[in-house]
Each structure stands twice: as structure tokens, then as C-alpha cells.
């Protein structure tokens, strides 16, 4: 008989979410994690550090603005522990809640590094080297991703850093190579131009975060150059290296150098599987370098399921909550059905961008002839109050202007906003129901209506065209 029902390996979103999944249908779970605190990347080295140094990177970029009012400079050599001096508490509650929800579920906890032996046997080493071997029916492999590091690039994470390791910056910088152009990079470049660092982004892409909408993309890049930032698309890095005194030096192939105080290299995450002898369980990573599933969230082996940033992208916190609780149903034989499709991306930069569904250059190709609405914040009574006038939310409908197909939103609170679009896609609501409906007034959800308006206008001249 087997010492549990399922093992589950990394306490990071998908894993939490699988082990209280399955304990709460009565199995006897357990959860082997190898750092000291609970959470995975996604609370230590990721989502919550990240959007913890964002909050005062808007409080400072707010002062700025307002300086000559306030007469505000931030002092030299600002120390990075007092930018992010609330982040200690936020990770130690996080660990304290989850710490106790896993005890209240009886979930055993164990502290260790987990390896298989077999696809039924999980060895895990503890911190002291004491090793111990369950048995279990299913494996939930959770063990989340690593930043990826280009050859040409030293990290030595203390004057080239990766995506784990820049917050373990001393100081704050006054100059930052940014190499990427992804979620990371972007979120990054963008909040360390609002803190007054002077951040030049390279990557080999024309633009930052290709796979959202040209409106979205453009006014980032138009907000990060408008704070001192400097965008250097279509740019090739052949190498990187620290002087050995103040400076890192980036070369470019077309020849130009960069030279910067610092560097952050943001340019993807791996699947991580070290340590984790996956072959012994005759699991083994695909082309694209993470583990395969099945629509059920299945590996090759059938009672090994994984979940997370170790099977690829979307690679979010969110979405792999959704995976780790899936993959547990899947376990236990609960129907849930396969994974939505319309997951909201949230990129919490300065300014924030989020998206879901269709982008207008997608919904063009697919439907040809669309009709899209837009409003300006600066339109919006609440964008007035509250200084947010630099946003913009656009709805993206098919030709009749009828059917909404995305919904595409930039400016603060964008990520908040999304949802209300989302849940009128998922409902699969015609786009007046944003005008059907009241919203609270003031507030910044009133731009669903007027871009609704705007589709609205659209389709009555068209009609009356025809
Ligand atoms: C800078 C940054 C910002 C981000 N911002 C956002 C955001 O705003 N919104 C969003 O949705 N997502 C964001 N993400 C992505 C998000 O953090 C990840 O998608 C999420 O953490 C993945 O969860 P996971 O459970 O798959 O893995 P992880 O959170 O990586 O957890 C994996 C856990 O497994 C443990 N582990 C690994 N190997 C072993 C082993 N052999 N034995 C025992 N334990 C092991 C690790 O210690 C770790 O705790 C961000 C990521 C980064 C890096």
C-alpha cells in the first residue's frame, strides 16, 4: 500500500492549488518543498516582489510629477530595501496563510528536495541530508521555472542579475540595460524608469510585448520613452561584461556598446527540472523544453500530472492556480472539463496593460471587416478625479459591431478592469450590454460604456450605409 495518495512537488501556485484540491476530496496528500518558505517564485522571487516595488515606484513617479508642488527628490544611493521595505511582511504572511491552510487541510508538509526514484517513488532530501522515500499512487510535478541565461551573458548577480536576483540589488542604480522584451522586461524597465533610474531596453523584436495589441504596445513604449526611458528594438546583444570597476558593457552586433551600471538580463524562463531525475520516472522534456501534457494536464506517464510554469507558457500565476487545481481533479476523476481558453494577460507596468480575448490585428485576420471602440480616459470623469487621464480601454467587435471578440485596456488599474470584459466574453454578451447595464459613477469602468457607445455609432452608420 502506498504511503499517499498524491505527491505533490513545489509549494508554488499550481502546487498549492493541487494539494488543497485533493485533500479537500479526502485524499492523503503530501507537499515536498525545498525552500524554507512556502509559495514558489510566484510570492519570493516573482509576482508579489515585483508589484511590491511597482506600488512606491508609482508613489515616486506620482511625487515627480507633482515635484515643483512637493519640491521632491529622492535622495542619492537609495537603498533597494527601503523601496521595497513592506515586501518581508507581505512574503512572511503569505507563507503564514498558506502554512496554515496546508495544516488545516491535513496536508503533510515536508521540507526537502524531492527526486524520483520511479513513477511511484519520490525520494526527498532534507536540508540536513536525511533522506526518505514515499511511496505514492500519483505525482503532481509543480517545480515551477528558472530564468533563463543566453551564453553571452555573465550573471554574477551583482552587477548582471536575472529576473530572480534584481531585487537583491544593494543600491538603486543609476543606469540599467534592460535585455528582453517580454512581460518581465517590460514590467521591470518601466518601473525602474518610474523610480528615476535611467533604463535603456534591448531586444531583438521591433516592439516590446509583440503579442498584445499595436494600440496597447505603442502607448507603452510612448510612456516609458516619455519618462527618460530608452526603447532600442531590432537590437542584437553579442556580449555582455562588468569592467571590473563601475560599468557593464553591452555590445551589439551592428557594432554600437551600451554602457550602463547595471544589468538585467530578463530574457525567458526554463522549465525547472534540476535535481529532479525525471528520466527515472521515463518522463523527459520536449523540444521547447518543458513537459508535456494532455489536455487533462496528464504527462506521458499516466499517473504523473504536472502543472505551472514547467509545462510552458502562459507561464502566470494565475493561469497555473487554474492548472494545479485541474490537474488535482483530474486525479481524483472530478469532471472539470478542459482548460478555458480565454485566460486575461495582467502586465503590471508603468502603465499597467492587459488584454483578453482577441487583439484588433488578430480579430482582423480572423473576421476581415471589425468595428472597434475606443475611450480615452482623458474622457472619463474619473480619469479627471484621479489624475489617471493617460489610459485608454478599446473593445474589439466582429463586423456587425455586435459580438464582442476582445478587449484591450492600458492605464492604471487595467488589470482590475479587464475582468468586467472578460465575464461579457465568457457570457458571450453583445457589446450593449455596456450600455444596458448602470455603473457606479464615477468610476473608470464607465470607458466600457462609452467605447460601447462608440461601437454602437459605428454599426448605425454602417447600417444606414447599406
Ligand atoms: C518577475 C516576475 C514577475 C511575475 N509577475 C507575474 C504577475 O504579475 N502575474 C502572474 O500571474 N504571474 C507573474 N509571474 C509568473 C509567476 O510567478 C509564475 O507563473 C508562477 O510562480 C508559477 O507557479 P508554479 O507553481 O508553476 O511555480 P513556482 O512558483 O516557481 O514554484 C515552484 C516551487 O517548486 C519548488 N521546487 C522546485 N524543484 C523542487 C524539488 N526538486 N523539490 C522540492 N521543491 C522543488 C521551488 O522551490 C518552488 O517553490 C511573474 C514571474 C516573475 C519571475
Redesign the pocket.
Known amino acids: 500500500m502506498s504511503d499517499f495518495d498524491i505527491v505533490v ?8 492549488k493541487a494539494a488543497v484540491q485533493a485533500a479537500k476530496a479526502g485524499k492523503q496528500v503530501a507537499l ?4 524554507a518558505l ?10 508579489i ?3 511590491t516595488l511597482r506600488e512606491n515606484a508609482l508613489r515616486v513617479n506620482n511625487m515627480r510629477k507633482n515635484a515643483t508642488l512637493f519640491q521632491f527628490k529622492l535622495s542619492e544611493d537609495l537603498e533597494m530595501a527601503t523601496l521595497i521595505d513592506r515586501l518581508d511582511d507581505v512574503m512572511k504572511s503569505h507563507d503564514e496563510y498558506m502554512r496554515r491552510q496546508i495544516d488545516r487541510n491535513a496536508i503533510k508538509r515536508i521540507h ?4 524520483f526514484l520511479s513513477p511511484n517513488e519520490v525520494e ?1 532530501t532534507s536540508v540536513r541530508g536525511k533522506k526518505q522515500v514515499l511511496n505514492t499512487d500519483y505525482v503532481v510535478i ?6 533563463r541565461k543566453p551564453e553571452q551573458v555573465p550573471i554574477d548577480h551583482e552587477n548582471i542579475f536575472d ?2 536576483s ?1 531585487l537583491s540589488m544593494l543600491y538603486l542604480p543609476k543606469s540599467l540595460a534592460v535585455l528582453g522584451g517580454g ?2 522586461a517590460s ?2 524597465a518601466s518601473i525602474f524608469q518610474a523610480l528615476g533610474v535611467r533604463v535603456i531596453m534591448i531586444d531583438r523584436y521591433p516592439r516590446p510585448l509583440g503579442f498584445l495589441d499595436k494600440d496597447l504596445t505603442d502607448n507603452f513604449v510612448n510612456a516609458f520613452q516619455d519618462m527618460g526611458g530608452v526603447w532600442m528594438g531590432n537590437s542584437v546583444v553579442k556580449k555582455v561584461c562588468f569592467d571590473g570597476v563601475n560599468d557593464v558593457i553591452t555590445e551589439l552586433e551592428d557594432g554600437r556598446t551600451i554602457i550602463t551600471q547595471k544589468l538585467l538580463c ?1 530574457a525567458g ?1 526554463e522549465a ?5 531525475d525525471i528520466d527515472n520516472a521515463g518522463l523527459a522534456l520536449d523540444e521547447r523544453g518543458v513537459i508535456p501534457v494532455d489536455g487533462q494536464l496528464r504527462t506521458r506517464v499516466p499517473n504523473i500530472f504536472a ?4 509545462i510552458g507558457p ?8 487554474e ?2 487545481r485541474r490537474a488535482a481533479c483530474n486525479v481524483i476523476g472530478l469532471e472539470v472539463g478542459s482548460m478555458p481558453e480565454m485566460i486575461p494577460v ?3 507596468g508603468v502603465p499597467e496593460l492587459s488584454s483578453v480575448g482577441m487583439t484588433e490585428q488578430e480579430a482582423r485576420k480572423a473576421h476581415g471587416q471589425i468595428i472597434v471602440g475606443r475611450a480615452p480616459f482623458s474622457e472619463i470623469a474619473r480619469g479627471h478625479i484621479s489624475g489617471n487621464q493617460d489610459g485608454m480601454l478599446k473593445l474589439v467587435c466582429d463586423a456587425e459591431g455586435r459580438r464582442l471578440l476582445g478587449v484591450q485596456i492600458v492605464g492604471e488599474e487595467a ?1 482590475e478592469l479587464i475582468h468586467i470584459g472578460q465575464m461579457a466574453l465568457l457570457s458571450k454578451s453583445d457589446v450593449d450590454i455596456f450600455v444596458e447595464s448602470i455603473f457606479n459613477f464615477p468610476t473608470l469602468a464607465e470607458a466600457y460604456r462609452v467605447a460601447a457607445l462608440a461601437v454602437i455609432g459605428q454599426r448605425a452608420r454602417r447600417n444606414s450605409v447599406y
Open positions: 512537488i513545489g509549494s508554488g501556485p499550481a502546487g498549492q515536498i518543498e525545498r525552500d512556502l509559495g514558489g517564485a510566484c510570492v519570493h522571487r516573482g509576482t516582489p515585483s508589484k526537502g528536495r524531492a527526486r526527498v509543480a517545480t515551477g521555472s528558472f530564468p529576473s530572480d534584481v512581460v518581465i514590467e521591470y530578463a524562463r525547472n527540472v534540476k535535481d529532479l502543472a505551472g510554469d514547467v502562459p507561464s502566470l500565476a494565475s493561469a497555473s492556480m492548472q494545479g495582467g502586465i503590471y488589470t
